[in-house]
C-alpha cells in the first residue's frame, strides 16, 4: 500500500465544501422551478379572469351604447316632428302676410 500524498488532506475540505455547495444549488434550483411553476399557474388563472371581466365590461359598454343609440334615434324621430309642425306652421304665416300684403 503506498502512503497518500501529503497535499490530500488539503484538498478534502475544498472539495467536500463544493460537493454541499453543489446539494444546495440543485436543492434551490428544484425548489424554484416548483415556485416559478406555481407563480405561471396564478398568471394564468389572473389572465383568464381578467379576460372575463374586460369581456363582460365589453358587453355592458355595448348595451349601454345600443341604448344610448336607440334613444337618440327615437329623439331624432321626435325632433323632426317637431320641425315638420313648425315648419309647416311658419309657412302658413308667410302665405298669410303675403295674401295681406297684396290685398293692403
Known sequence: MTPAPAYLPYL??????LIVVMLGVF????HLDAQIGDMSARLNDMNR?????????NHSID?????MLALIK???????AALRVDIARLEQ???RL????LLS
Do not use: H, K, M, Y
Open 93 to 95: 304665416r308667410v302665405e
Open 74 to 80: 327615437s329623439e331624432s324621430s321626435r325632433l323632426e
Open 12 to 17: 478534502v475540505g475544498p472539495v467536500a465544501t
Open 27 to 30: 436543492f434551490t434550483n428544484r
Open 49 to 57: 379572469t381578467i379576460d372575463a371581466r374586460f369581456n363582460d365590461l
Open 63 to 67: 348595451a349601454r351604447f345600443n341604448d
Open 98 to 101: 303675403e295674401t295681406q300684403r
